[in-house]
């Protein structure tokens, strides 16, 4: 049984341009689900779907949306109104860098609807739909900054831990229905932001050597679908998350998270 015969005819991406939220969209779209691309950059978009559809035989929609909207999940829904609505995925995220008081306002106004208000609203609507029809999945994706805590950025940190937390939590109550819920939570991912901030040396190869593909982790969540409620992709992360908590009190987790971001 492939995905559209266990979950529905479509599925839908939120964050789907690049990295992990294509390889989510080229995923279910090789199960014979029809996919709904959301993103800003609409161009990119148009492109991978067509690709899609040509690759895989399935169907595509493009909606172009700004997460950072409080609006903006309206066209989404109503977009989606009438479609056999199988799959949810919400892998879209932001966040800046810097001292909570130094970021401006507006960027945390920003980082507080795109990772978190426009993550709920999504999540809660189209749990709705699959619980009423006792059918769906839902896979959302977190980050290891969700299990410490990250200075320098730490709302976005937060953010992370919210969907986190939510997810698990969501997957609980689900466990007695057939609507599977999963969080998986990345380590370092190659995806194009990655390789264009990436540092030269020694440093970057470390970061090379320790990054998962983005296939690598959509191919691990769906592994464990229906599985298992939380998962820390690669077993890099894991023996790391292992180690931190075995190994460190929590205010030397938190100050070894912030090593990293202090001179950004």
């Known amino acids: 049984m492939n995905l559209r015969e266990k979950y529905g005819e479509w ?27 959301v993103g800003r950059r609409e161009e990119k978009l148009q492109e991978l779907g067509k690709s899609i559809s040509e690759t895989y035989g399935v169907d ?5 949306a700004d997460f950072a909207q409080s609006d903006c999940t309206d066209k989404i829904f109503e977009a989606t109104k009438d479609l056999d609505m199988g799959f949810m995925s919400y892998v879209a995220c932001f966040h800046t860098f810097g001292k909570l008081q130094d970021t401006p ?7 507080i609807n795109v990772n978190v208000m426009t993550f709920l609203k ?15 999945a839902v896979i959302n994706v977190s980050s290891l900054t969700a299990i410490s805590s990250s200075p320098y950025n730490a709302q976005y940190g937060a953010g992370k831990s919210y969907i986190k937390k939510l997810t698990e939590a969501v997957a609980a109550e689900c466990e007695s229905t057939n609507v599977d819920v999963e969080v998986i939570t990345l380590g370092t991912t190659i995806t194009p932001s990655l390789l264009s901030n990436l ?12 990054a998962m593909t ?11 679908l229906g599985k298992s409620l939380s998962v820390i992709a690669g077993e890099h992360n894991k023996a790391n998350v292992h180690n931190w908590q075995a190994n460190k009190t929590d205010d030397e987790y938190i100050r070894y998270m912030g090593s990293f971001y202090s001179n950004n």
Request: charged share 25%.
């Open 60 to 64: 595509h929609m493009v909606i172009r």
């Open 199 to 210: 540092p030269g040396g020694p440093a970057g190869e470390a970061v090379m050597k320790a």
């Open 214 to 224: 983005p296939e690598a982790c959509v191919e691990e969540a769906f592994d464990n």
């Open 122 to 136: 999504c999540f809660y609507h189209y749990m709705g739909i699959f619980a009423k029809q006792d059918r769906g």
């Open 11 to 37: 599925g839908i991406i939120l964050g789907a341009t690049e990295g992990v939220g294509k390889a989510f969209a080229e995923k279910i779209a090789s199960e014979g689900m029809s996919v709904v691309l």
């Open 105 to 111: 306002w507006e960027k945390h106004e920003q980082m």
